[in-house]
């Protein structure tokens, strides 16, 4: 079972709070099937999926290497490789890139998103890919190549001949070929100029017109029935087999189930090297904690988010449900009454995913004494109609919270300032709050900033490299407390939205805060 905090909830959370309270957005990218920006001939799902296969198709299955790796972003200068959509992709990707979110996952989400967004069956995200640091080998099937050669390739990414059909008539079916990038097929070379490869615009929905289409010889797939044959690779592909995968495939259940699972194999194809989650499944009831910082009056600030699942099969209904906490002290125990977490006004406080999963928020904000302290809080989840109330206490031991290193975000800030060539500089200013007798416990120079500073590495990604500085004591002392700080690191321009650690003798304190909520705040000092 679940037991908070999980190592894939920030993959969760991109997953499925697409839009409403607490969005994460990734959706943003695809709001719709057909969306592309308004750049004509962009459809991003396409892109997107395209990014996927040709990132996945370089794989070797029985060496164990390639796969979804993200090693794609190094290859966009070749041959194989053509236009822009790899850019693109990585482009919208770029942003929700963390030390929780490799390229490579977001790739897959990419992938599951898109397929959500046109109408395709869901498709499982399982997560734990690894980002690759360079180019991997050559080996992406190109239109020109004979079915000999695209049959062995595909075989080497683990797929046989009827799997070859299937994945390339569900990739197929949504997107076209872009003129400028392959005048060879389209005899045209304007940009901005698709040859789609299905009929009435329904290249914009996941559905299996490129089998019919196909199968009642009336396609305007340009894989198919493009004037030059020698780059007509769909057409020998669909036949490879005299048209019993494209038959079966006409029936449009069969190519739903078909596509979802192929789908999956595809993004779940990976090096031997790395082991993959279990499908992510919508956490239950879930807490975030937004505050635990020392405030001025020396009690320290506790706020954050219940989120409950609700509609679907959970059997609730967000209307009929209120939630509360109650907190255990630092010597385990209980000491607060129930503190009434309050549905916000913003979007309902409602947000729905990927899949048509729908939460209901409930926002807690008290304040817990410094002496007494926070080791953990258990959720209480009440349906109003029958006055039925649940605890919810992570598995026996409750939420576990942290108290003897406080982020102090207020008292934190990151500026940036224009150089003289032009670029920006960055300085970064952490504020950690340490309780006294874990300083006596362990030194104080032990207190630790991990920094996932962003490297330029020749791709749209940057790497993620972890710096490591040590927090300076300051000379104020608050109700047990006594501040740090790491003052004004210098951070370059690529690393304004990035997350943090703090460690204390060496073990993590302080989990994946956000630099981005920090951008353009001044540091107020922490004044009693
Ligand atoms: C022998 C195998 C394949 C060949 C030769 C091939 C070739 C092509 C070509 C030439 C294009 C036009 C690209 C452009 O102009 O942007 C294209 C588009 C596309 N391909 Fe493939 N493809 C193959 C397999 C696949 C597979 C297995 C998938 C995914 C499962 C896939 C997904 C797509 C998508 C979604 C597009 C549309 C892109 C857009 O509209 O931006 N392809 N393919």
């Known amino acids: 079972d679940y037991v908070w905090p999980g190592p894939n909830d920030h993959m969760e ?45 370089t794989a070797d299955v029985d060496a164990g290497t390639g796969g979804l790796d993200a090693s794609i972003m190094f290859e966009t200068m070749r041959d194989e490789n053509k236009g822009s ?127 019919t289409e196909y199968l009642a010889n009336k396609t305007s797939n340009p894989l198919v029935s493009g004037a030059n044959d020698t780059m007509n690779s769909d057409k020998r592909i669909f036949a490879a087999d005299g048209g019993a995968t494209m038959r079966a495939l006409s029936d449009a259940t069969h190519f739903q189930s078909r596509c979802a699972t192929l789908m999956a194999r595809m993004i779940d194809t990976v090096p031997s090297t790395v082991t993959l989650s279990e499908p992510l499944t919508p956490i239950d009831v879930k807490p975030y904690v937004n505050t635990l910082a020392l405030n001025a009056n020396g009690t320290v600030d506790f706020s954050g988010y219940v989120r409950v699942h609700y509609g679907g099969d959970t059997g609730r209904s967000a209307d009929d449900l209120s939630a509360s906490i109650t907190y255990v002290n630092r010597a385990g125990k209980t000491v607060s009454k129930p503190v009434q977490a309050v549905r916000p006004t913003w979007r309902d406080g409602t947000a729905t995913g990927f899949g048509g999963i729908s939460f209901v928020f409930f926002e ?106 040590p927090f300076v004591q300051t000379e104020q002392k608050i109700a047990g407390y006594t501040l740090f700080e790491v003052k004004n690191m210098a951070i370059n321009d690529k690393s304004d939205s990035t997350t943090f650690d703090i460690s204390l003798g060496g073990e993590t304190a302080v989990e994946f805060q956000k630099t981005g909520a920090l951008s353009q705040e001044s540091c107020v000092p922490l004044v009693q």
């Not at 000999?148 to 595909?154: G, L, P, Q, R, S």
């Not at 598995?395 to 942290?402: I, L, Q, R, S």
């Not at 934190?412 to 150089?419: E, L, V």
Request: aromatic share 10%; glycine share 10%; charged share 20%.
């Open 13 to 57: 959370d991109l997953l499925y709070l697409q839009s409403g309270f607490n969005r994460f957005g990734f959706v943003d990218g695809i709001l719709s099937c057909a969306f592309g920006q308004n750049v004509r001939g962009r459809q991003n799902s396409a892109e997107w999926i395209r990014t996927a296969y040709h990132d996945m198709s």
């Open 85 to 211: 959509a790899f850019n693109n992709t990585f482009g919208h990707l770029h942003s929700f890139h963390t030390t929780r979110s490799t390229g490579a996952d977001l790739l897959a989400l990419a992938v599951v998103g898109s397929m959500s967004v046109c109408g395709g069956h869901d498709v499982p995200l399982r997560v734990g890919r690894i980002d690759a640091t360079e180019a991997g080998r050559t080996g992406v099937p190109e239109p020109q190549q004979d079915l000999e050669t695209h049959t062995k390739m595909f075989a080497m990414q683990g797929f046989n001949q009827t799997e070859m059909i299937e994945l390339v008539a569900c990739g197929h079916t949504l997107g076209g070929v872009h003129h400028e990038d392959f005048p060879e097929i389209t005899g045209d070379d304007t940009e901005g100029n698709v040859t789609a490869f299905e009929y009435d615009d329904s290249q914009f929905t996941f559905d299996n017109k490129v089998v």
């Open 364 to 469: 807690w904000d008290t304040q817990v004494d410094a002496e007494e302290g926070i080791s953990a809080f258990n959720i209480f989840v009440t349906t109003k109609s029958t006055n039925e109330t649940v605890e919810y206490d992570n598995g026996g031991k409750g939420f576990p919270v942290k108290d003897t290193v406080l982020f102090q975000q207020k008292q934190s800030c990151q500026t940036f300032t224009q150089n003289e060539s032009g670029g920006y500089d960055g300085s970064l200013t952490i504020a950690a709050a340490v309780r006294d007798d874990a300083i006596d416990n362990t030194s104080a120079s032990e207190l630790a900033l991990h920094y996932a500073m962003h490297v330029p590495q020749g791709a749209v990604l940057e790497r993620l490299e972890t710096q490591v500085e």
